[in-house]
């Protein structure tokens, strides 16, 4: 699965099991507020795996980067 972000169209993006956008116009306000759920989502499809986009290091994006380093810790 792809967690996106921003307009661009990664190459091979059509082999992903699902595809979500945090922000379609990169907007880190509007990624933050869609991170939770849109994991659940895509966590709740049972992907092998959930690539993500890079997300800008500045502003909120550092915040949630944070949380998904977080996340990708085995348990």
């Known amino acids: ?4 972000f921003g307009p661009a169209r990664l190459p091979g ?5 699902a595809v979500m ?3 379609p116009t990169a907007d880190l306000d509007e990624a933050a507020a869609n991170l939770f759920g849109y994991l659940r989502e895509l966590d709740a499809k049972s992907p092998r ?5 890079a997300i800008p290091e500045e502003y909120l994006g550092e915040a949630i980067n944070d949380r998904l380093r977080r996340a990708a ?3």
């Open 1 to 4: 699965a792809l967690l996106a």
């Open 13 to 17: 993006i059509e082999a992903a099991s």
């Open 21 to 23: 956008n945090l922000s």
């Open 49 to 53: 795996a959930i690539a993500v986009m």
């Open 73 to 75: 810790v085995a348990r």
